[in-house]
T-cell receptor, first 115, second 113 residues
Framework: EDQVTQSPEALRLQEGESSSLNCSYT??????LFWYRQDPGKGPEFLFT???AGEEKEKERLKATITKKESFLHITAPKPEDSATYLC????????????????FGQGTILTVHP | DTEVTQTPKHLVMGMTNKKSLKCEQH?????MYWYKQKAKKPPELMFV???????INESVPSRFSPECPNSSLLNLHLHALQPEDSALYLC????????????FGEGSRLTVL
């Protein structure tokens, strides 16, 4: 069974204190790993897509990396406005070897950045 | 700003009411989705439409009825819902179902009394 596990469940940082969020996955046939940010009561906001081990993507203070078993979202010098829930999701191949639209989400990491 | 627009933002309905949630995207995407999200939980897939045809139904109860009138519009018809159906309903779209990221709308907050 495909599994996506995020850690920690919650993370509190001081402004400027860099850290990383983890997304471990056990899937049969990865067809993309996605990072989203979600503010309370809002829809998830797309951040990054990673497709293969070694790939890296960056956007402002965020950098996403991936290995064959896990992905990391590195946050450099975070600001209070980075506070949100960060979701990791995977798209997997189906039995026929192709993929379809279902994303399997992890439980998320709630990030709080204090000024 | 999201390019997936959902209406209404908030909806309160009784268990005997019939209502609809609406979603619109103008990105030329050919896949559209309905997700349900309960508090402090990740989104759960309900339905997938590909090229205006229903391709995935994740064993959703028949009191939820999706409709895709054209490639830009997606509706979710609600009838005889239960209080436990109260949740944030998210619409999303992607270029296709096999590749590309999903873009989500802001969601419709549904409360069933």
């Amino acid at each position: 069974e495909d599994q996506v596990t995020q850690s920690p469940e919650a993370l509190r940082l001081q402004e400027g204190e860099s850290s990383s969020l983890n997304c471990s996955y056990t899937v049969s046939g990865l067809r993309g790993l996605f990072w989203y940010r979600q503010d309370p009561g809002k829809g998830p906001e797309f951040l990054f897509t990673l497709y293969s081990a070694g790939e890296e993507k960056e956007k402002e203070r965020l950098k996403a990396t991936i290995t064959k078993k896990e992905s990391f979202l590195h946050i450099t010098a975070p600001k209070p406005e980075d506070s949100a829930t960060y979701l990791c999701a995977v798209r997997v191949a189906n039995a026929g070897g192709t993929s379809y639209g279902k994303l399997t989400f992890g439980q998320g990491t709630i990030l709080t950045v204090h000024p | 700003d999201t390019e997936v627009t959902q209406t209404p933002k908030h909806l309160v309905m009784g268990m005997t009411n019939k209502k609809s949630l609406k979603c619109e995207q103008h990105m030329g995407h050919r896949a559209m989705y309905w997700y349900k999200q309960k508090a402090k939980k990740p989104p759960e897939l309900m339905f997938v439409y590909s090229y205006e045809k229903l391709s995935i139904n994740e064993s959703v109860p028949s009191r939820f009825s999706p409709e895709c009138p054209n490639s830009s519009l997606l509706n979710l018809h609600l009838h005889a819902l239960q209080p436990e159906d109260s949740a944030l309903y998210l619409c999303a779209s992607s270029p296709g179902t096999t590749t590309g990221e999903l873009f989500f709308g802001e969601g419709s907050r549904l409360t069933v009394l």
